[in-house]
C-alpha cells in the first residue's frame, strides 16, 4: 500500500510539472463578427411629406398700384423618389424628383376690390434636384447629414405659361440604420426658385404672364434600400 501511495504521489508531480511547463491552455478563439453592408453602393428610396410651395410670398404685391394678389392653398403635401451612390461612409451624391401635390389659386383684383375676375391655378409644382451628401456619424446606426446642389424647379400654371428656373438646392436631415440596408431618414429640402419678378400686362391692364418663382419647403421622412457591392 505504501508503494502504491508513493507511485501515485509521483505521477501526479509529474503531471503536474508537465502541465507547468506547457504554460497556461490557451483561450478559445472568439466567433467571428457578423459581416456588415459596405460603406459604398447604390440606394434607391421614397420619401412623403409637408410641402411649401410659398406663394403667399407674392400675396399683396400691388400691379401699377391697382391689381393686387391674393394667394390660397399653398400647402400640402409632397413626395420624393431618390436614387443615390454611398461614396464612402461620410460622403453621398443623390438624384431626386420631387412633387408638390397642392394647387395654388393665384388671384388677381379687377380694381374694384373683387378678387377672382382673373385667377391662375398652379397645376403641379415639380422639383428635380442633384445634390453631394455629407454624412456625420453619431453613433453606430446614427448619423447626421447636410445636402448641397442644384434643383430645376418647375411650376405649370392652368392660364399663363409655365415657369421654370435652375437654382440651389440644400436641405440637412438625420439617418438611422435599422439594418446595414435598410435605412430610415427625416430630412427638410429648400430648392430655390426665382425672387426677381417680372410681369407683363395684357391691353386691358391684367397681368398676362409672370416670371416669379418663390423658394419651396419640404419636411418628410424616408425609407431607402441600400445594395451591397
Not at 89 to 96: M, S
Not at 121 to 144: C, E, H, R, W, Y
Not at 159 to 174: D, E, I, P
Not at 188 to 202: E, I, V
Amino acid at each position: 500500500m505504501k508503494k502504491l501511495l508513493v507511485v501515485s504521489a509521483i505521477a501526479a508531480l509529474g503531471l503536474t510539472s508537465v502541465a507547468l511547463a506547457g504554460g497556461l491552455p490557451e483561450e478559445m478563439p472568439m466567433a467571428p463578427a457578423a459581416v456588415s453592408s459596405s460603406d459604398t453602393g447604390f440606394y434607391l428610396g421614397l420619401s412623403g411629406g409637408y410641402g411649401m410651395t410659398n406663394w403667399k410670398n407674392f400675396e399683396g404685391i400691388k400691379i401699377l398700384g391697382v391689381q393686387q394678389i391674393s394667394i390660397s392653398r399653398d400647402n400640402g403635401a409632397v413626395g420624393r423618389a431618390f436614387l443615390g451612390y454611398d461614396l464612402s461612409r461620410y460622403f453621398a451624391i443623390e438624384f431626386g424628383y420631387s412633387y408638390f401635390f397642392n394647387k395654388p389659386k393665384i388671384a388677381f383684383d379687377n380694381g374694384a376690390g373683387a378678387f377672382g375676375n382673373a385667377a391662375a391655378f398652379v397645376k403641379s409644382t415639380q422639383a428635380f434636384d442633384l445634390m453631394g451628401k455629407i454624412k456625420a456619424p453619431v453613433v453606430d446606426n446614427f448619423d447626421l447629414y447636410a445636402k448641397l446642389g442644384g434643383n430645376y424647379l418647375i411650376s405649370n400654371f392652368n392660364t399663363y405659361s409655365n415657369v421654370k428656373n435652375f437654382n440651389v438646392a440644400f436641405g440637412a436631415g438625420a439617418d438611422y440604420y435599422i439594418t446595414p440596408n435598410i435605412i430610415a431618414n427625416v430630412e427638410w429640402l429648400r430648392f430655390n426658385g426665382k425672387a426677381k419678378m417680372n410681369m407683363n400686362l395684357d391691353a386691358n391692364n391684367d397681368v398676362s404672364s409672370f416670371t416669379y418663382q418663390p423658394n419651396t419647403d419640404a419636411f418628410m421622412v424616408g425609407l431607402r434600400y441600400k445594395f451591397d457591392m
